[in-house]
């Protein structure tokens, strides 16, 4: 099948998110160097919205307006945080995932004016972040310290502290990567302080079902080991059906040797309780091993802890 002459790209409009757009463009243009593509940046709800996400529709909030430009026809290939796509419900009809990038740094960064590290922290300093899993995880670790609510892109965020609304801040190294200002990194946390969010540091590429020409432009631009760890982790968050105030935390891995693991925690929201699963794939797929580490959670009382929170 011919490759299409023009792919038009739909995204969030913010720097972060046209930062990753501009990846994608250069990936696809050294596979296809004839196919030209148009940027098309919407502005989401998640964008517009800076209180409590579960007060809009949670994490879909990030999603709705670019999957209904590419469902309208307005744009043929979508590109989204796969952090940010609802894993408690399938894909919107009609729409499929045609790649997932190779991931990108899935840790968190502490970002302090005087470089202090997590742990040097005063009591009572004020941690900028909104993110249900980081709160629960500093509950648990760092009781003394206070989380206030921030939202905004990380450039916002970034503006935010030097304002004095917090002290510190977290964020996604790979974000801070792909706007290019790792130089105000203070610390990079390891996943075993900060357990990473699921589908963390990948990228996917969304196309209509029926779009077997532009499907078959960017499926090789895909990361095979990315794949089997973000398939593996979406099943997990699937079959946990936790919604946008669960502090869920997961990610797989796959080491030299080819073989897959996958580590996930379910915490109460103050942190006092902890949940942890970790299994090897050995002979199973992706997707069982994701079901396999959710029904050991669930064995732990996970379903539980999850429906207790609000929502």
């Known amino acids: 099948m011919s490759a299409p002459e023009l792919i038009r790209i739909v995204s969030r409009d913010s720097p972060m998110a046209l930062a990753q757009v501009e990846r994608v463009r250069a990936e696809l243009g050294a596979l296809h160097p004839g196919i030209a593509t148009e940027v098309i940046p919407v502005k989401t709800t998640g964008d517009r919205w800076m209180g409590a996400l579960s007060q809009v529709e949670g994490k879909g909030a990030f999603t709705?307006?670019?999957d209904a430009a590419l469902l309208a026809g307005e744009a043929d290939l979508a590109v989204h945080c796969v952090k940010d796509i609802p894993g408690d419900r399938p894909l919107p009809a009609g729409t499929t995932f045609a790649a997932f990038l190779e991931r990108d740094d899935v840790r968190d960064a502490l970002i302090h004016p005087d470089g202090l590290t997590l742990d040097e922290l005063p009591e009572g300093t004020r941690i900028g972040t909104s993110s249900v899993r980081r709160i629960a995880q500093l509950a648990a670790s760092h009781p003394h310290l206070q989380c206030v609510p921030m939202r905004g892109n990380a450039n916002r965020r970034m503006e935010k502290l030097a304002a004095g609304e917090a002290d510190a801040l977290l964020l996604a190294v790979s974000g801070l990567e792909r706007i290019g200002r790792t130089d105000v990194i203070t610390q990079i946390l390891s996943?075993?302080?900060?357990?990473?969010?699921?589908?963390?540091?990948?990228?996917a590429l969304q196309c209509r079902e029926g779009d077997t020409e532009t499907i078959d432009a960017v499926s090789g631009m895909g990361h095979p080991r990315t794949f089997q760890e973000t398939t593996a982790e979406r099943m997990l968050l699937h079959v946990l059906q936790g919604h946008c105030n669960s502090p869920i935390a997961g990610y797989a891995k796959t080491d030299?040797?080819?073989?897959?693991?996958?580590?996930?925690?379910?915490?109460?929201?103050?942190?006092?309780?902890?949940?942890?699963?970790?299994e090897w794939a050995g002979p199973l797929t992706p997707e069982t091993l994701g079901t396999s580490v959710a029904v050991a959670l669930l064995r732990q009382g996970a379903?539980?802890?999850i429906d207790g929170i609000a929502h």
Do not use: Q, Y
Not at 191 to 203: K, Q, R, S, Y
Not at 256 to 278: Q, Y
């Open 256 to 278: 030299r040797r080819g073989e897959l693991s996958l580590r996930a925690c379910v915490f109460t929201p103050d942190g006092k309780t902890v949940l942890n699963a970790h």
């Open 64 to 66: 709705k307006e670019v």
């Open 303 to 305: 379903r539980e802890l």
């Open 191 to 203: 996943v075993d302080e900060m357990c990473p969010p699921i589908g963390a540091g990948v990228l």
